[in-house]
């Protein structure tokens, strides 16, 4: 997609869960930078956040290693490809390992509207989707009845009807086969 078919957005439009992101946005501040160690490679990482924004609004920014050095106050960048997260109730952009930054010769966006700061208005942070959940949360997946719900696989109805396959029913492969392509 050419830089002319890329929509770019108001930092106010920006929502949780939001992917593919282009903002034209002013940095207004940054953070303190903290050393963190990785839990997938033990190797120390720097990480800080910068508040940038345009007339609509402002959001914090989380930079990493070399891009931190990159950013700078009072300096206007486009931001391509990013994505937003909710991270302790605070919405965030993200970089990520397919957005990319870079600082552009405009006075636009002039001035950081702070009033309208989406970061710090708190959002509900959503589980992550998928399979397992977090460490205590157990698996992920269907709900499954529980109890006289009835309905679901395994589950008895009353009045007979169609019994869920149970495989090895003693009848053989074949039994089995049979009782499979019926089930689907």
């Known amino acids: 997609m050419s830089e002319s078919e890329q929509e770019f957005k108001k930092v106010e439009e920006l929502r ?11 940095c207004k501040s940054k953070n303190e930078e903290k050393e963190v160690i990785s839990k997938q490679t033990g190797e120390t990482l720097r990480v800080t956040e910068a508040l940038i924004g345009d007339a609509s609004g402002a959001i914090l920014i989380t930079l990493w290693n070399d891009d931190i050095d990159k950013m700078q106050p009072d300096h206007v960048y486009k931001v391509t490809n990013a994505y937003t ?5 605070s919405l965030r952009l993200n970089i990520g390992k397919y957005g990319a930054f870079e600082e552009i010769q405009e006075e636009e966006p002039k001035e950081v509207n702070e009033e309208n700061d989406l970061s710090k208005k ?3 942070q959503r589980p992550r989707s998928g399979f397992g959940g977090g460490r205590f949360e157990g698996g992920g997946g269907r709900p499954r009845p529980r109890g006289d719900e009835g309905g679901g696989r395994g589950f008895r109805r009353e009045g007979g009807g169609r019994q869920p396959f149970r495989g090895g029913s003693g009848g053989g492969s074949r039994d089995r086969e049979r009782s499979f392509k019926r089930k689907f």
């Not at 949780?16 to 002013?26: F, Q």
């Open 122 to 124: 708190e959002y509900q």
């Open 16 to 26: 949780p869960g939001l992917r593919g992101i282009n903002v034209n946005v002013r």
């Open 85 to 89: 997260t909710v991270f302790k109730t």
